[in-house]
């Protein structure tokens, strides 16, 4: 039960965080930031995936999706990434970011399960940041990862 009641106030705190964020305005103007600081689609990939990551940090994922994607997905059309290959791009992000301190919802759990120490559980876990850093990179910038299986169905448009 302890366990659960942090869990549900962790999603709570952050759903409310995600209703200030849009009372804010803050993914419109992230937009008009990230596309007034370059033209160039590395850059703007680069930043698309850090405002992911830190929104990832410190709110739940479905907050994120529901707020962040309409928002960020015309800025990552317009730099040339296919759709699926930003949602790819955005749940990866998002589950980094739920294993990512300060918040780090799933990394919580997981240490309360296995009753151990925060601080052992992220030592134990770096390797594997390394590890999806890698594959989000590889995500990001090869369209051909994430577009194989939609291609080879033959359901992409």
Request: net charge positive; aromatic share 6%.
């Amino acid at each position: 039960m302890e366990t659960l009641s942090i869990v549900l106030i962790l999603i709570a705190t952050s759903a409310a965080f995600g209703y200030c964020l849009t009372g804010l305005h803050v993914p419109a103007k992230a937009a008009g930031l990230i596309t007034s600081v370059s033209s160039n689609p590395v850059v703007v990939v680069l930043l698309l995936n850090l405002i992911l990551l830190i929104l990832g940090m410190i709110m739940d994922m479905a907050p994120i999706i529901l707020i962040a994607t309409p928002i960020l997905l015309p800025v990552a059309q317009s730099v040339g990434i296919h759709a699926v290959q930003f949602g790819i791009m955005v749940v990866l992000n998002c589950g980094i970011g739920l294993l990512t301190p300060p918040v780090g919802a799933v990394l919580f759990i997981g240490s309360a399960v296995a009753k151990r120490p925060m601080e052992k559980v992220v030592k134990a876990t770096l390797p594997f940041y390394i590890c999806m850093l890698i594959a989000l990179l590889l995500i990001s910038f090869i369209p051909a990862i994430s577009l194989w299986l939609p291609k080879l169905t033959g359901s992409l448009v």
